[in-house]
């Protein structure tokens, strides 16, 4: 059942059945579903079969990171199975990412493929650990430019970058926002967070929201206060 609408819920539970009690109170007219991996690991393709039965676009919250021909399988795999969206991490590479590219546009496949920058978690800090001595934003920029010319749709960033990524590759280049907490919300542990409107408005086009709805007493009307506050 084909949305519209930019929010992308995240089923982050252990367990098939708590993942699809959360699902049976959402409207699949009204939002996406996000499978990250241990929904996945523990519930397999399973999950997949039991959302698309509820009507539901998936996106499959993977971040697959490996050679280039195993990550073009993995990715091959997930788009056969139907879902909407599947993820890589852009620092696997150009290589990685362009094989993963280039074998969805040989089967014809029509999932949204999108990289992974920074993840929102990390600081300054973080990457330096690493080895990498830019701050986040300038390293979540470099690799959005590596994932455009590699051919994919998009990124996963933080609202933060989401205004300059609009400004460098454009409004049709996906921008995949997790990290959101609407007014009524708790922060938890990301870190580069931002409101459901301030996002939309900077340049988001997705929004991956968890524990503000999927906590909510009533979810429905979790998400019906942030629909309202995106049209105001």
Not at 39 to 51: D, I, K, M, N, W
Not at 129 to 136: A, F, K, L, R
Request: proline residues 4%; contains cysteine; aromatic residues 4%.
């Amino acid at each position: 059942m084909a949305t519209d609408s930019p929010l992308i819920i995240a089923l982050d539970y252990s367990s098939l059945d708590a993942a699809l009690c959360m699902a049976d109170q959402l409207d699949p007219k009204r939002c996406r579903v996000k499978v990250g991996k241990e929904l996945f690991t523990r519930s397999g393709p399973a999950v997949l079969e039991a959302l698309h039965g509820r009507g539901f676009e998936i996106f499959l919250d993977l971040k697959f990171h490996d050679i280039p021909n195993t990550v073009a399988g993995a990715v091959q795999a997930a788009a056969e199975q139907g879902v909407w969206m599947v993820n890589v991490h852009a620092c696997g590479g150009r290589k990685m990412m362009e094989a993963a590219a280039k074998r969805l546009d040989d089967h014809r496949l029509s999932t949204h493929l999108i990289a992974v920058t920074v993840l929102t978690s990390m600081q300054a800090e973080d990457l330096r650990e690493t080895g990498i001595d830019d701050t986040p934003e300038a390293h979540v920029l470099r690799l959005a430019a590596l994932t455009q010319q590699s051919g994919l749709g998009g990124v996963v960033c933080s609202a933060q970058e989401a205004a300059q990524i609009k400004s460098l590759f454009g409004n049709d280049f996906l921008k995949v926002t997790p990290g959101i907490r609407p007014s009524f919300a708790a922060a938890n542990d990301q870190e580069r967070i931002m409101t459901p409107s301030d996002a939309m408005r900077v340049g988001s086009t997705h929004l991956v929201i968890g524990r503000p709805i999927t906590q909510a007493k009533e979810p429905m009307m979790a998400l019906a206060s942030i629909e309202a506050e995106l049209a105001g």
